[in-house]
């Protein structure tokens, strides 16, 4: 089979039917996949968690959850180099396994993405805009912010996947220098004045006496949450693939180097943070810790700095994640395996993005806003880690299934004989991984959430298998970006 660097055909909204444009080039392809990850982002938010769970010292956890994500990337980068369709492990998993198995994939990965981006924005209004604009905490004004900021990424991300490239571009930019100078501005002043405190590197801090801490489920594995949260989302690279240039190179590329980067980037920065702590007991009481941090060893005008870069960056991969969600829907839809697929699969013939689809995230958002109790923020974040792991899972298991089958493209990405201790390491990882994830206390609800997603995906797929079974039985006949051997 050839493997021409063709784009899918869609439905346009003057029934034309143009293809999303190819116009993202290899450092765009880059930002947008480091954006989503966005390692600020990550441990901004869930840093105070690390200090409650396994103390100071479970900065060290990131190592492992590094080197783990990394395995995970590598065997993701391996389907990316073959096929280079939006829908990533939903395309892979359709065309390589079959199109029921393929469908699964795809549903998880839609509701991963959905309550992604609203995790996302819900951060951003509740931990960086409303403090940056002097607004007193409250869970109802957080909620009507998110569903503002929603609006607004879907507004730009409807207009041009250009102007995403440039947005994201930038923010990744900031994010950046905004990580960078604070490590060198921690460690300068922690050198000049000798406020550091290295002995915080292998301190337990308030878990000191924790009786459960080294059990099953324990403060120790729930340390991992911050790498597993944060070192996630480097496949959103693969989803704009019908929209990169050169996708079999740049795409993989991608995808191992944002984790790869975030990760060491990621570490230097929580070691910074640890040594600069005075107070650790204070420290970890405090609802954000790493601003507490930086507040203390450099004063509020940095901090103020920081909330306004990181209100930025934090907008920048809420667009990521909004923009791979409608990619997802878009895919599913195209091939009429998604609810109201005439409708989600139209291209906007000007702007040549999925208008539909997009929109569909900002809903889904307003209805979350609306119907969770509680602590939004909280039950999106711990949700949000179970489902990459499984959906990493599942496609590490696809990669060992059908790996012969598939061919290397001339020039792409390839692990050549590395491949199999690769793939067999990232399936004992997501395995772990998945306990660290589902055994503490404060993941039941979570699970049960998950569980539910399940469930209602079982139903549509009943509903699909009784009443429109074709579309399930046999994949669309264009699969000109596709890489596998003749003998398929």
């Known amino acids: 089979m050839t493997t021409e660097n063709v784009a899918v055909p869609a439905t346009a909204d003057d029934g034309s ?10 450092f765009q392809i880059f930002a947008i996949s480091f954006a989503f990850i966005s390692v600020a982002v990550g441990i901004f938010a869930s840093y105070d968690d690390l ?33 280079a369709l939006s829908g990533s492990s939903y395309q892979w998993a359709s065309r390589l396994a079959n199109p029921r198995i393929g469908w699964l994939f795809g549903w998880l990965t839609f509701w991963y993405l959905a309550t992604g981006v609203v995790a996302m924005d819900n951060a951003l209004a509740s931990q960086a805009l409303m403090p940056l604009l002097g607004m007193a905490e409250d869970e109802g004004t957080a909620r009507v912010l998110t569903v503002a900021i929603m609006l607004v990424q879907a507004l730009l991300v409807i207009l041009s996947t250009r102007l995403l490239g440039l947005i994201t571009s930038a923010a990744v930019g900031l994010e950046l220098a905004i990580v960078v100078l604070l490590v060198i501005a921690l460690v300068a002043v922690m050198l000049f004045t000798g406020s550091g405190h290295v002995e915080n590197l292998t301190s337990r801090g308030i878990t000191a006496n924790a009786p459960d801490y080294f059990d099953l489920g324990g403060g120790l594995m729930a340390g991992m949450l911050m790498g597993l949260l944060t070192l996630v989302g480097f496949d959103s690279a693969a989803n704009l693939a019908e929209e990169a240039k050169d996708p079999f190179r740049s795409v993989p590329r991608a995808i191992v180097s944002s984790v790869v980067a975030a990760a060491v980037l990621g570490l230097a920065f929580l070691v910074a943070l640890t040594l600069a702590i005075k107070d650790i007991p204070a420290v970890s009481a405090s609802g954000s810790p790493v601003a507490a941090i930086i507040r203390g ?30 990619r997802q829907v878009f895919a599913m839809a195209r091939d009429r395996r998604f609810p109201a697929h005439g409708l989600m699969r139209r291209v906007n013939a000007k702007t040549q993005t999925p208008v539909p689809a997009t929109l569909l995230t900002v809903v889904i958002g307003i209805v979350l806003m609306l119907a969770l109790p509680g602590q939004a923020l909280l039950q999106l974040i711990l949700g949000g880690t179970i489902l990459p792991a499984l959906i990493y899972g599942a496609i590490v298991i696809l990669y060992l299934v059908v790996r012969k089958r598939l061919d290397v493209k001339e020039g792409g990405f390839s692990l050549g004989r590395f491949e199999m201790p690769v793939a067999i390491s990232a399936l004992i990882w997501v395995m772990a991984a998945l306990v660290f994830l589902v055994t503490p206390g404060d993941a039941a609800i979570p699970s049960l959430v998950v569980l539910g997603l399940i469930v209602a995906g079982g139903v549509y ?14 994949e669309p006949e264009d699969d000109t970006a596709i890489a596998v051997t003749a003998s398929e």
């Open 297 to 326: 060893q450099l004063g509020t005008v940095v901090e103020r700095i920081l909330l306004a870069g990181l209100t930025f960056a934090m907008f920048g991969a809420g667009m990521v994640v909004m923009t791979a969600c409608a």
């Open 51 to 83: 200090l409650g769970t396994a103390g100071p010292v479970g900065i060290w956890l990131w190592v492992i959850a590094s080197v783990g994500q990394t395995l995970v990337a590598l065997v993701v980068a391996q389907f990316a180099a073959r096929i």
């Open 461 to 474: 797929f009943a509903y699909m298998m009784v009443f429109h079974r074709n579309v399930l039985d046999a």
């Open 17 to 26: 039917g143009p293809e999303l444009k190819r116009t993202l080039g290899s």
